[in-house]
């Protein structure tokens, strides 16, 4: 499927899982909590936890309204829509975006761990049990559906971790990475309000250092986890919130692995921070690199690089199909860790056009067949198909 001398690939395609995943797949000691899929909008990927439906979507309200679909997306998305985003629709839709290898991530689960652990804020919350047993459904079915794609060496999974039992999510990377996932799945916002840097995550970097798959971090939407990068409290509009949230939430993940010396105690692990652009990095890295040389013999004698240096030898970052923006990063950082996405099947997705935007863009040809495909099977360890 490479598009004349490129091969490509998507560091994390999407899914649509079915609204009836948890019913279908939960633990039967927790089917009685098992989250439940909503459908009341067009493509609706929300999902009911205990008394909390997510995203929380402010004004956009249900189908009466409508969605703000492009007119080409609402063809290019009938076939899969018709097949309910099955497996078969998931590979047809690589084929459209002359994908030779994809990282899949989800559409409800970016939010189905959205809500802080018990142990924080009590019953609202998620018992750490229950959160590990939404988690392995998930990863079960990631896993019949991989073999549904029927693309040995072309589609993998990225497992769903809850944090809100470290030491399970430790053990479920394990099962998973034994059955071909190629990734944790973890999402920015805070289970416990304990931030990223905390050694009461290490056991999570440790078992993916020593499994050799990289933590991967993807933001989502507007959730009850805190913070939930979104301004949601002030910004009640998807046009206004989204803006800030996924580049926000993977910033702060930057920030708690260079500067916070996550890469320090676990320095082979890859992080992957995913969906929220690449252009924010040199201007970050500018002020954590700073205030490093400012305040870090004080306040993280044991950070001994400067943050800069953590996330260029550790960390991967996704460009958007149009980001041309992105030209300075290459200027400042190089192209060793630049990932793409097509981020389909989502609404601000370029799909089926994703690819070609990407291709159109004014960088070198080295630099585009970099990240169509170098850094990604880098960073997720995929040869290239035969």
């Known amino acids: 499927m490479a598009v004349g001398e490129f091969r490509v690939a998507d560091s994390d395609m999407h899914v649509m899982e079915p609204a009836d995943l948890w019913q279908r797949y939960m633990d039967p000691s927790w089917e009685h909590a098992a989250p439940v899929g909503l459908s009341e909008i067009e493509r609706d990927i929300r999902v009911k936890v205990k008394n909390a439906v997510m995203l929380r979507l402010g004004r956009i309200r249900p189908r009466a309204q409508g969605r703000p679909w492009k007119a080409e997306q609402v063809s290019a998305f009938a076939h899969p829509q018709a097949r309910n985003w099955d497996a078969k629709s998931q590979v047809t839709a690589m084929d459209v975006e002359h994908l030779d290898s994809t990282v899949l991530f989800p559409s409800r689960g970016l939010f189905v761990l959205a809500l802080q652990s018990t142990e924080h804020?009590?019953?609202?919350?998620?018992?750490?049990?229950?959160?590990?047993?939404?988690?392995?459904?998930?990863?079960?079915?990631?896993?019949?559906?991989?073999?549904?794609?029927?693309?040995?060496g072309r589609v993998f999974g990225a497992a769903m971790l809850a944090p809100h039992d470290v030491h399970g999510a430790a053990e479920e990377l394990?099962?998973?990475?034994?059955?071909?996932?190629k990734a944790a799945f973890l999402t920015p916002g805070l289970v416990d309000n304990k931030p990223w840097h905390d050694p009461k995550y290490d056991?999570?970097?440790?078992?993916?250092?020593?499994?050799?798959?990289?933590?991967?971090?993807?933001?989502?939407?507007?959730?009850?986890?805190?913070?939930?990068?979104?301004?949601?409290?002030?910004?009640?509009?998807?046009?206004l919130w989204h803006a800030f949230n996924q580049p926000l939430g993977i910033m702060f993940v930057a920030t708690c692995f260079t500067a916070g010396g996550i890469l320090e105690r676990f320095p082979t692990l890859r992080v992957g921070l995913l969906e929220g652009n690449c252009s924010w990095a040199p201007f970050?890295?500018?002020?954590?690199?700073?205030?490093?040389?400012?305040?870090?013999?004080y306040e993280a004698p044991d950070v001994r690089l400067a943050p800069s240096e953590y996330f260029l030898r550790n960390c991967f970052v996704s460009c958007e199909a149009d980001e041309a923006v992105a030209r300075h990063?290459?200027?400042?950082?190089?192209?060793?860790?630049?990932?793409?996405?097509?981020?389909?099947?989502?609404?601000?997705?370029k799909y089926p056009n994703a690819t070609e935007t990407f291709l159109s863009l004014p960088f070198d040809t080295s630099t585009k067949r970099k990240v169509l495909w170098d850094n990604y099977a880098r960073l997720y360890k995929v040869p290239e198909p035969s």
Do not use: Q
């Not at 394990?174 to 996932?181: A, C, K, L, S, T």
């Not at 690199?289 to 013999?297: I, R």
């Not at 990063?329 to 997705?349: K, M, Q, R």
């Open 121 to 152: 804020v009590g019953p609202d919350g998620l018992e750490p049990d229950l959160a590990a047993a939404i988690a392995r459904a998930y990863n079960d079915w990631m896993a019949d559906f991989v073999r549904e794609c029927d693309a040995p």
């Open 174 to 181: 394990e099962r998973n990475v034994e059955r071909g996932f």
């Open 203 to 239: 056991p999570i970097w440790r078992a993916a250092e020593r499994l050799d798959v990289p933590v991967c971090f993807h933001g989502g939407g507007t959730t009850y986890l805190k913070p939930d990068f979104a301004f949601s409290e002030y910004l009640d509009r998807l046009m």
């Open 284 to 297: 970050m890295l500018y002020r954590l690199d700073e205030h490093w040389e400012w305040m870090g013999k």
């Open 329 to 349: 990063y290459f200027e400042d950082f190089g192209d060793d860790n630049v990932l793409f996405s097509t981020d389909y099947p989502h609404a601000d997705s």
